[in-house]
């Protein structure tokens, strides 16, 4: 489709929502980012073909009031995340795919699509305006309500679960980067007691050469304090 596109007589409307917070005016909208054809009038009266880029504001439950416009700031503050997606080529479709939803029949979700309802979000942020063009649409927007509470909570305690593992895991493996020291066999302990013992012979007076307790008080002078020695 071409669109014709004078830019210096196009009003802007950058202006438009600026600081606003757009959370709840995009529950159940879906914008779908496409690029189009224009046609540029010079100033020296010439035409020139042009690629533009433009939105579809797509309301969940409501198939009648579709709208298409070129995009402005308003449309890139207001959906910063989505026309980034879009202008990386990584736009996905947000949320569960109302096709993969088990809890209903493949004619519901064809039936859904065709209201714009995509997602199992989508179909649970249904307005109570556009929730009474679903056949049974109240019940269905509170069931895809609680599935999706009781996925959450499934992916919270999933996440936990492999948290803890990777923590024991981590543990694990710092266990074993510490350094072991052998166990000192009881001959080993001997065979130092008695070097010791032979050490603390030549350090004392000789007349206190014949005490036996190292941690004896030699001489009157202060105590001497023997090694404590423990493999653990």
């Not at 669109?3 to 009003?11: A, N």
């Not at 736009?91 to 859904?112: C, D, H, N, V, Y």
């Not at 004392?204 to 190292?214: E, G």
């Not at 004896?216 to 090694?227: D, F, I, R, T, Y």
Request: aromatic share 6%; glycine share 4%; proline share 5%.
């Amino acid at each position: 489709m071409l669109i014709s596109h004078t830019p210096e007589t196009t009003p802007d409307f950058s202006h438009r929502g600026a600081g606003v917070d757009w959370k709840q005016h995009n529950v159940g909208v879906t914008p779908v980012f496409f690029t189009d054809k224009a046609i540029r009038k010079n100033a020296d009266g010439t035409e020139t073909e042009i690629d533009i880029e433009c939105v579809t504001i797509v309301v969940a439950g409501d198939d009648l009031t579709e709208a298409s416009q070129p995009v402005d700031d308003q449309i890139r503050e207001r959906f910063a995340a989505q026309y980034e997606a879009w202008k990386s080529g990584t736009e996905m479709l947000s949320g569960t795919p109302i096709t993969e939803w088990k809890l209903i029949t493949a004619r519901q979700a064809a039936f859904l699509q065709t209201l714009n309802i995509f997602t199992v979000e989508a179909l649970s942020e249904l307005s109570d305006y556009n929730v009474s063009n679903v056949h049974d649409g109240r019940a269905l927007r509170d069931k895809a309500a609680r599935w999706l509470k009781t996925a959450c909570a499934a992916n919270i305690a999933d996440e936990n679960a492999k948290m803890k593992a990777q923590l024991a895991e981590m543990k694990a493996e710092l266990a074993a980067l510490k350094p072991k020291r052998p166990k000192m066999s009881q001959a080993q302990r001997d065979r130092i007691a008695e070097t010791m013992k032979a050490r603390w012979a030549k350090v004392l007076p000789a007349d206190t050469a014949s005490v036996t307790d190292p941690c004896a008080n030699p001489a009157g002078g202060q105590p001497v304090l023997s090694p404590v020695w423990s493999d653990k």
